[in-house]
């Protein structure tokens, strides 16, 4: 199984101000086709999850530009510019790459201090 | 606008079957394009990928599930469905069902198993 390790497992983060969160993969997420197939979610709670990124650093319809992602290779980053109230909950990146089975990373709970 | 909706019971027995379905209206189920997810949290964890299959019935399981998981896909009805045997306690989760890329993920639904 592909591993993913997230760090911190707790972000307190005052509004306004930029918070990141690490996620590395126990092997490379470089497909045989080319692409990089990881994924971040977010959860708030009573909610379904969200896909903010995909493809390492694709943002979704409708995701704010305050959200990116980038990385490569086994290390990735999800960054939040200027975080808001709204962005409270519980983030998970996802390798997508091997099926083997697919797995989450144990998430990050982003709070407002 | 694809939308996903879990069904089935919220209890079930230690020991028995736990059986849900997931309606997909707005899009098909048929396209080749996309495998189709079932996904699951156990309260004050994290996200477990169980297994996912395609229209024509080819699946995935996560091995750790793999020797009590079915999926199985009704093109017709437009839904698909898992089976999970042998329950126990730390089967309960809210169980979610979702499009492949994780892109269109249903509301999720709440599975207690106890007696």
């Known amino acids: 199984d592909i591993v993913m390790t997230q760090s911190p497992l707790s972000l307190p983060v005052t509004l306004g101000q930029p918070a990141s969160i690490s996620c590395r993969s126990s092997q490379s997420l470089v497909h045989s086709d080319g692409n990089t197939y990881l994924n971040w979610f977010q959860l708030r709670p009573g909610q379904s999850p969200r896909r903010l990124i995909y493809k390492v650093s694709n943002r979704d319809s409708g995701v704010p530009d305050r959200f990116s992602g980038s990385g490569s290779g086994t290390d990735f980053t999800l960054k939040i510019s200027r975080v808001e109230a709204e962005d409270v909950g519980v983030y998970y990146c996802m390798q997508g790459t091997n099926w083997h089975p697919l797995t989450f990373g144990g998430g990050t709970k982003v709070e407002i201090k | 606008q694809l939308q996903l909706q879990e069904s089935g019971p919220g209890l079930v027995k230690p020991s028995e079957t736990l059986s849900l379905n997931c309606s997909v209206s707005g899009g098909s189920i048929s396209s080749s394009t996309y495998y189709w997810a079932w996904i699951r949290q156990p309260p004050g964890k994290g996200l477990e990928w169980i297994g996912s299959?395609?229209?024509?019935?080819?699946?995935y399981y996560n091995p750790s599930l793999k020797s009590r998981v079915t999926i199985s896909v009704d093109t017709s009805k437009k839904k698909f469905s898992l089976k999970l045997s042998s329950v126990t306690a730390t089967d309960t989760a809210v169980y979610y069902c979702a499009r492949q890329g994780m892109d269109v993920w249903g509301q999720g639904t709440t599975v207690t198993v106890s007696s």
């Open positions: 299959i395609d229209y024509s019935g080819s699946t």
